[in-house]
Structures are given as C-alpha cells and as structure tokens.
C-alpha cells in the first residue's frame, strides 16, 4: 500500500518566496502543497481547515510572525511539522532559536546574495533536504524518547583511561535534542565539553545563549584562544573549524578557516581528529542526530586509539546519518536513546573521578 503524500502549507509575506517554496515543494516526490498563506493569522485559519502535516514558515511576518503562530498552535495542541525559513542576521538569528525551542523541526536561510538564480537555487536545495528529513522522520513515526540504552562495551572497563574531554558532533535535530539532553549534565561535570553543531554563522552564537541560560554548566560560542576548562561547553562558531590544543590545566580552542570538509565547516571530524592528536584514549566522543557521515572518520582514528564513543540510537534521531555508520562499524561502545545520553556521560565522567581519587 502507498502511503499518503505529505501535505503542506507554505506561509510567507513574499510572494516570490511562496512561488519559489511551492514550486520547490511540488517537484517532490509524495509532497502536496494544499495551499499558501501570507501571514500567520491566514496560515492558522488554514491549519485548522486543511490539517497539513507540515507548514513551511516565515519568521517575520505581519499580524501574527512565526513564533507567535508556533506559540498559539502550542495552546491549541495542534501538532503539525515546522520548517522555518529565516533571514541572516543576528536578530534572524535569535528569532530562529526561539521557533526552535517551541517545537519548529528545523530552518532554512533565506539566501541574500546578488545572484537571484543561484540564490533560488540554493534555497531550493537546503528546502529539498529538510523537507525530505521530516517526511522520513514521519513515514518512522519517530517517538518522543524509547527504552533503555543498548551498551556493547563491558560495565566498569578498568583497562580504558578516564576521560579528560567530551567532544560532540551533532546536525540535523541537533538543536532540540542538544536543547533536551545538555540541561540534563550536572553542574559538577569534571571535564569539559566541546560540540560542533553544523549551523551557519549567528545560530551557533544564539544557540549556545540560549543553553546557557538553560544549562547548569556553562555554555559559549568559541573564540580563537579562549581557555576552557571542567564544567564548560564549547560550541564551534558556524563557518569556523574548532580545535583543542593544551595550555595545562586548561584546554584551548583553536578556530580556522581551513576548507570544509565532507560539505562542513565546523567540521565533527576536524574536531574529533584533533581530540585523537592531544587526548587519545582518553576522549570521550558522543555522535548524535543529523545528515550525512561527518565524524565517522575521526571516530575510526579514536577508536583505534581506544576511546569510548557513544551514539544516539536510530528511534531518537531525527536523522539517522551521522551515528549510522560508526555503529555499523561497531566503533561505537554505546548506543542510547536521547533521554539516556547525559546519563551515559556522566558515568563515563564519573568513572574518571573514582579512577583519579
């Protein structure tokens, strides 16, 4: 039996960009746009008629903006899938996050070039991706949270060295799932962290500003230089590599402009390369949510130098990519559930402390 076809609704003041979405939109494969709207309160008159499973939608708007339309679906219960289409600027930005943390499933840049066909262009590309991920997602019917972790590597592993790092590479969903799991660490937690979420410039300094009000640790976008030490989390500026180097007692952050890899910059790998280099065994490396492979490479190196890894499961993740293939490897000595991962953090972290008293 087929299944149904997606059915969404495009909510946007330009009407270039509703042409644009829609005609995008239209040249998937099992997606209907049902309709179009020009503003928040038109978009929620339609929601209610038409019950689309995902509506594309702008930040800025008049009557009634993006997050004031995600804040009354929320009190009307409606459950509905959200891409947001966002400007690129600070306030963009900030705006972006907050839509995030009302439940919106990702964003797309409104591109801002001179070049209005390879602007169209790429605006259609990014929309395709993430269009085509929520529409996964659902065909999965992606639960909340599951059941317990699945650990593979033996409870206690006196052989391993203790962690002196956490290095995190997370992309599609990250925001939500970094939004759910990071407040979950203790304030205690005796290394720090570093994350590289593939966002563009602004997001990833909105991002860590709204988990730091939000984390009992620390949260900050890096800066080229700056010392971190326990109890902190480092997230990789968009558009900047991040790597760690050593300035005992501390660890310090390195940013570069070196080209991107596997599409990315921040790159995992870059980063989780550069753990292997200074930290060896003794990096704990977490692969969580998103497209593509970036940082299996970098896990290959780790785990030929005996650091422990952790992934998200399949049912958690709103895209399978990235954890996919280092657990088909079996480089992974932990596959957990999102609700599960700070835990398996810290118990790894703590295993450090009884290993260093």
């Given at each position: 039996?087929?299944?149904?076809?997606?059915?969404?609704?495009?909510?946007?003041?330009?009407?270039?960009?509703?042409?644009?979405?829609?005609?995008?939109?239209?040249?998937?494969?099992?997606?209907?746009?049902?309709?179009?709207?020009?503003?928040?309160?038109?978009?929620?008159?339609?929601?209610?008629?038409?019950?689309?499973?995902?509506?594309?939608?702008?930040?800025?708007?008049?009557?009634?903006?993006?997050?004031?339309?995600?804040?009354?679906?929320?009190?009307?219960?409606?459950?509905?899938?959200?891409?947001?289409?966002?400007?690129?600027?600070?306030?963009?930005?900030?705006?972006?996050?907050?839509?995030?943390?009302?439940?919106?499933?990702?964003?797309?840049?409104?591109?801002?070039?001179?070049?209005?066909?390879?602007?169209?262009?790429?605006?259609?590309?990014?929309?395709?991706?993430?269009?085509?991920?929520?529409?996964?997602?659902?065909?999965?019917?992606?639960?909340?949270?599951?059941?317990?972790?699945?650990?593979?590597?033996?409870?206690?592993?006196?052989?391993?060295?203790?962690?002196?790092?956490?290095?995190?590479?997370?992309?599609?969903?990250?925001?939500?799932?970094?939004?759910?799991?990071?407040?979950?660490?203790?304030?205690?937690?005796?290394?720090?962290?570093?994350?590289?979420?593939?966002?563009?410039?602004?997001?990833?300094?909105?991002?860590?500003?709204?988990?730091?009000?939000?984390?009992?640790?620390?949260?900050?976008?890096?800066?080229?230089?700056?010392?971190?030490?326990?109890?902190?989390?480092?997230?990789?500026?968009?558009?900047?590599?991040?790597?760690i180097e050593r300035q005992p007692p501390h660890f310090v952050v390195r940013l570069s402009?070196?080209?991107?890899?596997?599409?990315?910059?921040?790159?995992?790998?870059?980063?989780?390369?550069?753990?292997?280099?200074?930290?060896?065994?003794?990096?704990?490396?977490?692969?969580?949510?998103?497209?593509?492979?970036?940082?299996?490479?970098?896990?290959?190196?780790?785990?030929?130098?005996?650091?422990?890894?952790?992934?998200?499961?399949?049912?958690?993740?709103?895209?399978?990519?990235?954890?996919?293939?280092?657990?088909?490897?079996?480089?992974?000595?932990?596959?957990?559930?999102?609700?599960?991962?700070?835990?398996?953090?810290?118990?790894?972290?703590?295993?450090?402390?009884?290993?260093?008293?």
């Open positions: 039996m087929m299944s149904a076809p997606l059915k969404v609704l495009v909510v946007d003041d330009a009407a270039i960009y509703r042409k644009i979405v829609a005609e995008t939109l239209r040249s998937m494969p099992d997606v209907e746009v049902v309709s179009a709207a020009a503003n928040g309160r038109a978009a929620l008159d339609k929601i209610q008629e038409l019950r689309p499973d995902l509506i594309t939608l702008d930040v800025e708007m008049p009557e009634l903006d993006g997050v004031q339309l995600l804040r009354r679906l929320r009190v009307l219960d409606r459950r509905v899938g959200v891409v947001m289409l966002s400007a690129f600027t600070s306030g963009g930005a900030a705006t972006t996050m907050e839509a995030l943390s009302l439940g919106a499933f990702d964003f797309v840049l409104k591109p801002s070039g001179p070049d209005v066909a390879a602007n169209h262009a790429l605006l259609a590309a990014e929309l395709t991706e993430k269009v085509a991920a929520f529409h996964a997602r659902r065909r999965r019917a992606l639960p909340a949270q599951s059941g317990p972790s699945i650990t593979t590597a033996a409870e206690g592993d006196v052989k391993r060295s203790p962690p002196e790092v956490v290095c995190l590479g997370i992309s599609t969903g990250g925001p939500e799932a970094l939004g759910k799991m990071l407040p979950q660490l203790p304030a205690d937690l005796p290394v720090p962290m570093f994350v590289v979420q593939h966002m563009p410039p602004l997001f990833t300094k909105s991002l860590a500003d709204d988990l730091d009000k939000r984390c009992r640790l620390r949260v900050s976008e890096g800066v080229d230089s700056q010392l971190v030490g326990p109890g902190e989390i480092v997230i990789a500026p968009g558009g900047r590599h991040m790597r402009d070196d080209p991107p890899e596997n599409s990315c910059r921040p790159a995992v790998d870059y980063l989780f390369r550069s753990a292997a280099k200074i930290c060896g065994a003794r990096t704990l490396a977490v692969i969580m949510t998103g497209m593509g492979s970036d940082g299996t490479k970098g896990l290959r190196e780790l785990k030929r130098l005996g650091a422990p890894i952790i992934a998200q499961d399949e049912a958690t993740c709103v895209v399978f990519g990235m954890p996919a293939q280092p657990i088909a490897e079996a480089l992974v000595d932990v596959v957990a559930p999102l609700n599960k991962i700070a835990e398996q953090i810290t118990l790894f972290t703590r295993r450090r402390e009884a290993v260093c008293r």
